[in-house]
């Protein structure tokens, strides 16, 4: 098939690779030249597992790049819209940039297309694009809109979309529907699995992904309820985290509990210090304002993001309780991008909690396996943060070490380097990536979440130097 796929941020670029992939004809539009020239190159903009294999596979062969929308779609069958949608001040998506492509789709126009909503937005955008279409110039029988939500997870998303629990087609005329599914036809029959050089996936049997049908309405609210689902499940394992925390209980042991239920299950019940990224807080926020605008009370909705945000300030307390004052103490910090296996700092748990740290007086030096460039251009020149080359050298003369994202590389340090090179032999562990026995072996005082705190012999040693320390300071000023 010819498709075109509007955007080159992280959806497009997945999406026009994976449809490469599956053996129709790609063209990327977008506006960025600068961006455009990278993906020409063969440079791929984003850290995503077996993304950069499928742009050499396919980059001037079946996938193209270019800035012209109008000649795009004049070369393409199926036209995916997949630009930002980022959340105004009130929650609202800002479907802005979904506008101005649908009046540049309209005006070219010139014989039978499927407009296909990829990005994610709410409940009635589908016709706001017909509308809008309309109102340009483009003839009723010559296209039609549907919404075919994403649901990739950053670090696995070519996976994701090769070998997907499910993909939605919400259309509302059969021709519209049919064409659509025949894009994703290889994976529905089966027929990709086969072919050598094959991505592979997280399923050893032969496998075929289901396509659900369904209206176009029901789709766009399909991908912002399961995304609000999921976020839920994280902000509930955080809040018994916190119960657990009160009475003694270890949470871990308690998850475990819960997520064997098959009704429940184990994923996205890891306590931590919150969800982030692109997609969790901005569709929590525009489900919850859709919500609203229709005279629907969700305040477990409220409630969900409170807790998130409620999750950052704990852990804020954690390092406080570990260190007694925070200002001057010198921290080093593993991970800052939002989670691992992505350099995605978006709405990134770490870096909002860097910057309460720095305000408060802390310097940081941080470490990170793939974000350390973006990282650079969000603090900046700020004096405070800096960035070290690895791990181990984030952490030397550090007062503590602090983990906020759950990269597999920490898990596996050597404990007893760490607690060489820290100034104090304090972890605090917002992602609970390490075993509180090993840990006390270790000799390493460790606060984690949702799981008692362990503490050594030199505890009391340690908590008086640190009260020597913060009184010296207090004189001093």
């Known amino acids: 098939m010819r498709i075109a796929v509007v955007g080159s941020g992280y959806v497009g670029l997945v999406a026009g690779a994976c449809f490469a992939e599956l053996g129709h004809q790609v063209v990327l539009v977008d506006n960025d030249e600068r961006k455009l020239a990278e993906l020409q190159r063969g440079e791929c903009p984003i850290h995503e597992k077996f993304l950069p294999e499928l742009l050499e596979r396919h980059r001037g062969k079946s996938l193209d790049f270019t800035g012209d ?75 039609d809109v549907a919404s075919n939500p994403e649901f990739l997870r950053e670090g696995t998303a070519v996976a994701d979309f090769l070998y997907p629990d499910r993909i939605v087609v919400g259309a509302d005329s059969d021709r519209c529907a049919d064409l659509l599914a025949e894009a994703y036809q290889p994976l529905v029959d089966g027929s990709y699995f086969k072919k050598p050089g094959a991505i592979p996936g997280p399923v050893t049997s032969p496998f075929k992904a289901t396509l659900l049908r369904t209206s176009a309405k029901s789709a766009e609210l399909i991908k912002h309820a399961s995304n609000a689902f999921l976020a839920m499940k994280i902000s509930f394992i955080n809040a018994v985290a916190s119960v657990c925390e009160a009475v003694g209980a270890d949470v871990e042991q308690v998850r475990e509990g819960i997520g064997t239920d098959s009704r429940i299950g184990r994923r996205f019940l890891s306590p931590g210090v919150g969800y982030g990224g692109s997609c969790f807080p901005k569709d929590l926020l525009a489900f919850r304002s859709v919500a609203r605008e229709n005279g629907c009370h969700f305040g477990l909705l409220d409630e969900t993001v409170r807790v998130n945000e409620e999750q950052r300030n704990r852990f804020l307390r954690k390092v406080r309780k570990a260190l007694w004052t925070l200002k001057g103490k010198k921290l080093g910090v593993l991970g800052l991008a939002f989670k691992n296996g992505t350099d995605d700092l978006r709405e990134s748990p770490a870096v909002s909690i860097i910057k309460s740290l720095v305000k408060e007086g802390c310097s940081v030096t941080a470490y990170d396996p793939a ?93 008086a130097s640190l009260k020597a320390e913060a009184a010296r300071q207090n004189e001093a000023a």
């Not at 069958?77 to 800002?94: E, H, R, S």
């Not at 050597?414 to 992602?431: E, F, N, S, T, W």
Request: charged residues 25%.
């Open 69 to 143: 929308l109008a000649d795009a779609v004049r070369r393409s069958q199926l036209i995916f819209i997949a630009v930002g949608t980022p959340p105004k001040d009130d929650g609202d998506a800002d479907l802005s940039y979904v506008e101005s492509v649908a009046q540049g789709i309209a005006c070219a126009i010139d014989d039978y297309k499927v407009i296909v909503e990829k990005s994610t937005v709410p409940v009635y955008t589908n016709s706001w694009v017909r509308k809008i279409m309309l109102l340009n110039g483009a003839p009723a029988e010559l296209f």
């Open 371 to 463: 974000a350390m460039d973006r990282a650079a251009e969000e603090f900046g020149p700020n004096t405070a943060v800096k960035f070290a080359s690895g791990p181990y050298e984030a952490l030397e003369g550090a007062d503590a070490c602090l983990v906020l994202t759950e990269w597999e590389d920490f898990a596996a340090l050597d404990l007893a380097r760490v607690k060489q090179l820290l100034h104090y032999p304090i972890v605090v562990d917002g992602r609970n990536l390490f075993k509180p026995a090993l840990m006390e072996a270790a000799g390493l005082n460790y606060y984690s979440v949702g799981r008692p705190d362990v503490v050594g012999e030199r505890a009391v040693t340690i908590k």
